[in-house]
């Protein structure tokens, strides 16, 4: 993810944003739906743990639709072809 780019500031802000707000509004809500304290920590436990673990997997799908970081197969070829 380049930072640089005013699109993945933003990417990143919302996704900021959007976990401030579960830490923050989960704890009362799921009070007054009549979770107790420990299920509203195991959802936010388990949120963090399936964030955790997917992570390596939203890296390699942003490197393969980052066109920077794909290898030019046809220049590889041509390279390939004219060692010889």
Do not use: Y
Request: charged residues 15%.
């Amino acid at each position: 993810m380049d930072l640089e780019s005013p699109t993945s500031r933003t990417q990143l802000a919302v996704f900021t944003t959007g976990q401030s707000f579960l830490l923050v509004v989960l704890p009362p809500m799921g009070r007054r739906l009549g979770f107790s304290d420990i299920h509203i920590a195991g959802i936010l436990s388990l949120a963090a743990l399936l964030m955790m673990v997917s992570a390596p997997a939203w890296v390699i799908m942003e490197d393969l639709d980052n066109p920077a970081c794909k290898p030019d197969i046809d220049l590889a070829a041509d390279q390939a072809v004219n060692r010889h």
